[in-house]
């Protein structure tokens, strides 16, 4: 099994066993996947901005040609030097051409595979789990130890120190997307450079919630029956990094939080002491279109469409090919629904 524990990917990483040329980088942590797999970029070419030496390809032109991905591999580069293929697997099945290129592996250039969220037996993990001459990295959201170290290399980098108390907060506002979390963290060294000591006030100026920011988007848009950014806002998520299971329980957790606060409405809150009442409260610059979806939902309609959107999360884990759109259609099919009630 070439499978890598969680352990061994860095080391992995930083320097790639030229034994397995192929490599298959997966996950539902879309940033980490993007990572890992720019790492293994720099890691196993001199200059990936030379074509000769670097080439991309969807996953869709080796649907219609299985046969290009071995070609590519075994194309001898025209100044010499080290060579690497990047595969977009996208949605479509490219197990054919990945098991020829198994059958027949280069041992002048690497093959580096950047997937989704796979199934254990979906048939590209499963191939490259088994084959001596591929190895499988998985990319599962960071843990507490994966966020600390990352905030300690980040923050060591820029000469900073960060007190208890801010370290804890940061640390509940980071995971989920490895990118974004570093993007705050960035921005956050930027913010503090020349203090020396981050303190809580600093979190609070300008770390938003890295697991969550770029889902609130497609969700407001999408309870708040707002049908035309949708679509707008499902792309800039998806273009983030954010999985489509991501989206859909980012869609979960909005919809258990508007029953929550239509049930207080309903006891006597206001919309706004309702808002209050989920943990984190409201932020502020939702609190509109929040406010919107809350006038336009009733507590039975909401209990449907969580429903609805289990039943969408499930068919998107069963069939990850379609998971996109699975994803994109239930949040349509919502904001139609709240459209339906407002007219």
């Known amino acids: 099994m070439t499978a890598l524990k969680t352990s061994d990917i860095d080391r992995f990483i930083a320097k790639p066993d030229p034994r397995q040329p192929i490599v298959l980088v997966f996950g539902p942590d879309a940033g980490l996947v993007r990572e890992r797999v720019d790492a293994l970029v720099q890691a196993s070419v001199d200059d990936a901005g030379d074509p000769f030496s670097f080439v991309r390809i969807e996953g869709e032109e080796l649907t219609a040609n299985p046969a290009r991905l071995v070609e590519e591999a075994h194309t001898v580069p025209l100044f010499g030097g080290r060579r690497a293929v990047l595969v977009k697997a996208g949605g479509r099945n490219i197990t054919p051409a990945v098991e020829l290129a198994v059958a027949q592996p280069s041992t002048e250039c690497r093959i580096i595979i950047e997937a989704g969220d796979l199934r254990r037996n979906a048939p590209l993990r499963a191939l490259c789990e088994k084959a001596k001459v591929a190895a499988a990295l998985p990319c599962y959201a960071d843990s507490e130890r994966d966020l600390a170290r990352l905030i300690d290399d980040e923050l060591g980098a820029a000469g900073l120190t960060i007190a208890p108390d801010a370290r804890a907060a940061l640390m509940s506002l980071l995971g989920g997307d490895r990118l974004a979390s570093r993007g705050e963290l960035r921005k956050l060294t930027l913010y503090a450079q020349g203090r020396?000591?981050?303190?809580?006030?600093?979190?609070?100026?300008?770390?938003?919630?890295?697991?969550?920011?770029?889902?609130?988007?497609?969700?407001?848009?999408?309870?708040?029956?707002?049908?035309?950014?949708?679509?707008?806002?499902?792309?800039?998520?998806?273009?983030?990094?954010?999985?489509?299971?991501?989206?859909?329980?980012?869609?979960?957790?909005?919809?258990?939080?508007?029953?929550?606060?239509?049930?207080?409405?309903?006891?006597?809150?206001?919309?706004?002491?309702?808002?209050?009442?989920?943990?984190?409260?409201?932020?502020?610059?939702?609190?509109?279109?929040?406010?919107?979806?809350?006038?336009?939902?009733?507590?039975?309609?909401?209990?449907?469409?969580?429903?609805?959107?289990?039943?969408?999360s499930l068919e998107a884990r069963r069939n990850a090919p379609l998971a996109e759109t699975v994803a994109q259609r239930v949040l349509l099919s919502i904001a139609v629904s709240a459209r339906k009630r407002e007219s």
């Open 196 to 312: 020396g000591r981050i303190e809580h006030a600093d979190i609070a100026a300008v770390v938003s919630d890295a697991s969550e920011l770029a889902l609130d988007g497609v969700v407001d848009a999408a309870f708040a029956g707002r049908t035309g950014e949708v679509e707008t806002e499902f792309a800039k998520a998806r273009a983030g990094g954010s999985s489509p299971a991501a989206i859909i329980s980012a869609a979960i957790r909005q919809v258990a939080n508007l029953h929550k606060m239509k049930l207080a409405m309903e006891g006597g809150d206001s919309i706004d002491f309702a808002m209050k009442r989920v943990a984190p409260p409201v932020h502020f610059s939702r609190a509109e279109i929040v406010g919107a979806a809350l006038r336009v939902w009733s507590p039975a309609r909401l209990l449907r469409s969580m429903a609805q959107l289990a039943d969408a």
